[in-house]
């Protein structure tokens, strides 16, 4: 059974600072990785995916990282501002015989400080 | 191009009672999908569906969780009879069959 682990569960930083989230799966066997954002109240909005086959993803301030053979992937913010202050989702997508399934993990909630 | 629809946004209701959450999902999508979001998780799979026929329905507690998607479109998920531990967000998404999953805003459940 895939389980998908966040860390650190919360992170608070100062405006300007670049960080790190870190996201790592039991199960290799992988279709693609999904950043998402959560806001408050709201539903997911989709950041970056990553296909097994790749190895790096950007977009603007945004670049993710995949090494599916150690099972983890790292979501990088340059320049952090207070609108990127949200609960950022990892999950990973396999193929089963049942379906194609997205496992979540638990989330990163980030606050940023102006 | 209009998103995945959700309603109601919000609902309370008392344990033992049914509600029933509607999808709509992107127009085109073939797959949709029900997630329970409880506060502070991860969201879960509940089911998924491919046109109108269920693909995966694994985690979904069947002796009171039900859903359905007639004509392959529109989609509803029921909960009868509530229990407190049923409180969570419910999220609806479509895709592509074997794309990206699209996200709703959800339908944030309270039972009291």
């Known amino acids: 059974k895939q389980e998908v682990t966040q860390i650190p569960a919360a992170l608070s930083v100062p405006e300007g600072e670049n960080l790190v989230l870190n996201c790592s799966f039991t199960d290799s066997a992988i279709y693609n990785l999904q950043w998402f954002r959560q806001d408050p109240g709201k539903g997911l909005t989709s950041l970056l995916l990553i296909q097994s086959s790749q190895r790096e993803q950007t977009s603007g301030r945004l670049n993710a990282s995949l090494d599916k053979s150690s099972g983890r992937s790292t979501l990088y913010i340059a320049a952090s501002q207070p609108g990127d202050s949200a609960t950022y989702l990892c999950?990973?997508?396999?193929?089963?015989?049942?379906?194609?399934?997205?496992?979540f993990g638990e989330g990163t909630q980030l606050t940023v400080n102006p | 191009e209009a998103g995945v629809a959700q309603s109601p946004r919000y609902k309370i209701i008392e344990k033992r009672q049914s509600v029933a959450f509607w999808c709509n999902p992107i127009?085109?999508?073939?797959?949709l999908y029900w997630y329970q979001q409880i506060l502070g998780q991860g969201p879960k799979l509940l089911i998924q569906f491919q046109n109108n026929g269920v693909v995966d329905d694994s985690q979904l507690p069947k002796d009171r969780f039900s859903a359905e998607r007639l004509k392959g479109v529109d989609s509803t998920l029921k909960i009868q009879p509530a229990k407190l531990e049923d409180s969570a967000v419910y999220l609806c998404?479509?895709?592509?069959?074997?794309?990206?999953?699209?996200f709703g805003p959800g339908t944030r459940l309270t039972v009291l």
């Open positions: 998404a479509s895709s592509l069959v074997g794309y990206e999953q699209f």
């Open positions: 999950a990973v997508r396999q193929v089963e015989t049942s379906g194609s399934r997205l496992t």
């Open positions: 127009s085109g999508h073939a797959t």
